[in-house]
């Protein structure tokens, strides 16, 4: 199992972004030289739970706490219910991985700018539209030959894979974590709620003790190898939870 878990962690890591890169930083502010970037990114406050969950994941998270966060930190309301409700179900599941809000949002914010990459737009059911894709993993400098896997089921190439959904999720990734974290009876990698699901329980996989240095770099490169993606990962992370903690 751990040399399945390890061979899958360097597929994805070689692969999963494919996306325009985009500055990393809060929307209205402009973008900042940092160098060097945070190592890692210390877990943020903890967010508040609902009195009264509702459905699905982003029914676990308090009203007025997601909307005074999403004032904070740029985040939309919608995209930050899906990732705080991941990091909730993940440490009522697996307290001992320690995945924060805060880690989900930057690689969300990595990944596909929260789902709005390229005019798409999240819904209030958490689906994403119109359907995000990368490119076709066709081989080439620095993309990875993956031929297809799943018939164009996901990603509607039936020659080669593409990374699909707001976390960028090949589908060979959505078939070994696929989820319905909305609770709409779907299980969907173009929904954001059971893509940021999907991404934690991939990364409380790869690495537990998430919420330390050596955790948190291992369950990252796990994900996506490169130091590049690394630091853009910790920087979102960082800001965001600095954000909360501001006043």
């Not at 880690?103 to 390229?118: N, P």
Request: charged share 15%; net charge negative; glycine share 12%.
């Amino acid at each position: 199992m751990a040399a399945v878990v390890v061979a899958l962690a360097l597929v994805v890591a070689a692969v999963l972004v494919f996306l325009a890169p985009r500055e990393p930083g809060m929307p209205g502010l402009s973008p900042v030289i940092e160098e060097p970037a945070p190592t890692w990114a210390p877990p943020a406050a903890a967010p508040v739970a609902a009195a009264t969950p509702a459905v699905g994941n982003a029914g676990l998270v308090d009203a007025d706490w997601l909307a005074s966060t999403s004032a904070a930190t740029g985040i939309p309301e919608r995209a930050l219910g899906a990732y705080v409700g991941a990091a909730l179900a993940k440490a009522a599941s697996m307290p001992e991985c320690g995945l924060s809000w805060n880690t989900i949002a930057g690689i969300g914010a990595t990944e596909s700018d929260h789902g709005r990459h390229g005019g798409s737009e999240v819904g209030s059911d958490g689906t994403v539209s119109p359907p995000i894709y990368g490119v076709p993993l066709a081989g080439g400098e620095g993309i990875e030959h993956i031929p297809d896997s799943d018939g164009g089921a996901l990603d509607g190439d039936s020659e080669f894979d593409r990374a699909v959904g707001p976390f960028q999720l090949i589908p060979q990734t959505w078939r070994n974590w696929h989820t319905d974290a909305s609770g709409d009876g779907v299980e969907d990698p173009h929904n954001i709620d059971d893509a940021a699901m999907a991404t934690a329980n991939y990364l409380c996989r790869v690495s537990i003790g998430i919420d330390t240095e050596q955790g948190w770099i291992a369950a990252v490169s796990g994900f996506n190898s490169p130091q590049s993606y690394r630091d853009t990962v910790a920087r979102y992370a960082v800001r965001y939870a600095e954000a909360t903690s501001a006043g």
